[in-house]
T-cell receptor, first 112, second 117 residues
């Protein structure tokens, strides 16, 4: 069935790189997303990648997609305390309507 | 644009009471989603509508939960009767679904924190 899995916690020091990993199961996924949730707020789109791409870079963010292994990662360079949040991986299915499947979220702690 | 608006932001009620959560999607969006977030289960999709029609309600936990979308600018999620295990943050999100990533992006409201005593 449809499932998106990611580790629950990640702790890094300020200035280091953070890498958040995600695996998904549906090979028909057309788009894959990273959303960010700050405390007390809803999710907000951070970046997305088309399934026919293997990398996307946007300032401090690098998204890598390994379609063969159904593995998605988000790298945050020079992690800052303001990056502390929950990061959700999500896949948008190309069948079954307009359904987006979210992972459980990875809580990123940035230590000063 | 005001974004997705949810009310109330916080709700505290007693077990057995009816709870109604409200959502106003972004104007022009054609899809609306209700999610529930808890520490134990993470983010769960409860139901989503496309053009005001419920498309998939397989995530609705049980008959105590119901959702309506009478028009393009308003939706409700009702829990009757409420139970302590319904305590969670409920999010509403909307999108302009059309098969392209930029339009499938979901815009989330700030959430309603529900506590059932």
């Amino acid at each position: 069935g449809e499932d998106v899995e990611q580790s629950l916690f990640l702790s890094v020091r300020e200035g280091d790189s953070s890498v958040i990993n995600c695996t998904y199961t549906d090979s028909s996924s057309t788009y894959l997303y990273w959303y960010k949730q700050e405390p007390g707020a809803g999710l907000q789109l951070l970046t997305y990648i088309f399934s026919n791409m293997d990398m996307k870079q946007d300032q401090r963010l690098t998204v890598l997609l390994n379609k063969k292994d159904k593995h998605l990662s988000l790298r945050i360079a020079d992690t800052q305390t303001g990056d502390s949040a929950i990061y959700f991986c999500a896949e948008s299915l190309s069948t079954g309507g307009f359904k987006t499947i979210f992972g459980a979220g990875t809580r990123l702690f940035v230590k000063a | 644009d005001a974004g997705v608006i949810q009310s109330p932001r916080h709700e505290v009620t007693e077990m057995g009471q009816e709870v109604t959560l409200r959502c106003k999607p972004i104007s022009g969006h054609n899809s609306l989603f209700w999610y529930r977030q808890t520490m134990m289960r993470g983010l769960e999709l409860l139901i989503y509508f496309n053009n005001n029609v419920p498309i998939d309600d397989s995530g609705m936990p049980e008959d105590r939960f119901s959702a309506k979308m009478p028009n393009a600018s308003f939706s409700t999620l009702k829990i009757q009767p409420s139970e302590p295990r319904d305590s969670a943050v409920y999010f509403c999100a909307s999108s302009l679904a059309g098969g392209r990533a930029s339009t499938d992006t979901q815009y989330f409201g700030p959430g309603t924190r529900l506590t059932v005593l």
